[in-house]
């Protein structure tokens, strides 16, 4: 089975100040894919990005950034000078082929970023 | 196109009452899915189908019946609602099944089982 965990169920900051939500994922497989997907007030699910198993190299996309770190199950993602319009659940996800392809999602993060 | 779109957005219905829930889609891709997400709990599979005619549970199928008659459409059918099944629905659909592939979703429908 493969599990993913968001210990962070809501992260309130200023605006401006930098944020990390953290995602802790497990599986058995070698080769899966990580997923973050933000979920805005407006309720429908927006896909920032994806990371396979065999690429480690940080990525970066405007003020957010995403550190994959294999040796710690980890896939954080940082949103840089945060920005109300940031305020949002996100989603961390795993997909591999011994879950039949499944999306496993975690629990999510609600972030809320006050002016 | 529209992408992914639900019927109804919102329904409110009462113990025992049954109603049905579609998604369609128009981007034609095989694969489609049911979600279920409550607070918490971020969003759990309930059925999925991996093309026309063929369907499969996922993680919590019970009090859920699902059909794919047509490649763009997936019917959610719940037969006798229970408060339980109070929840935010959300479909989606992906190209194929290759694990890399992001999921497209639609907007949700909120059901509220008094």
């Known amino acids: 089975a493969q599990k993913v965990t968001q210990a962070q169920t809501e992260i309130s900051v200023v605006e401006k100040e930098d944020v990390t939500l953290d995602c802790v994922y497990e599986t058995r497989d070698t080769t899966y894919y990580l997923f973050w997907y933000k979920q805005p007030p407006s309720g429908e699910l927006v896909f920032l990005i994806r990371r396979n198993s065999f690429d480690e190299q940080n990525e970066i996309s405007g003020r957010y950034s995403w550190n994959f770190q294999k040796s710690t199950s980890s896939f954080n993602f940082t949103i840089t000078a945060s920005q109300v319009v940031d305020s949002a659940v996100y989603f961390c996800a795993l997909s591999s082929n011994n879950a039949g392809n499944m999306l496993t999602f975690g629990g999510g993060t609600r972030l809320m970023v006050k002016p | 196109n529209a992408g992914v779109t639900q019927t109804p957005k919102f329904r409110v219905l009462k113990t025992g009452q049954s109603m049905t829930l579609l998604c369609a889609q128009d981007?034609?891709?095989?694969?489609m899915y049911w979600y279920r997400q409550d607070p918490g709990m971020g969003l759990r599979l309930i059925h999925y189908s991996v093309g026309e005619g063929t369907t499969a549970k996922g993680e919590v199928p019970d009090g859920y019946n699902v059909s794919r008659l047509k490649k763009q459409n997936f019917l959610l059918g719940l037969e006798s609602a229970a408060p339980s099944q109070t929840s935010v629905y959300f479909c989606a659909s992906t190209l194929a099944g290759a694990i890399y592939n992001e999921q497209f979703f639609g907007p949700g429908t909120r059901l509220t089982v008094l």
């Open positions: 981007m034609n891709h095989e694969y």
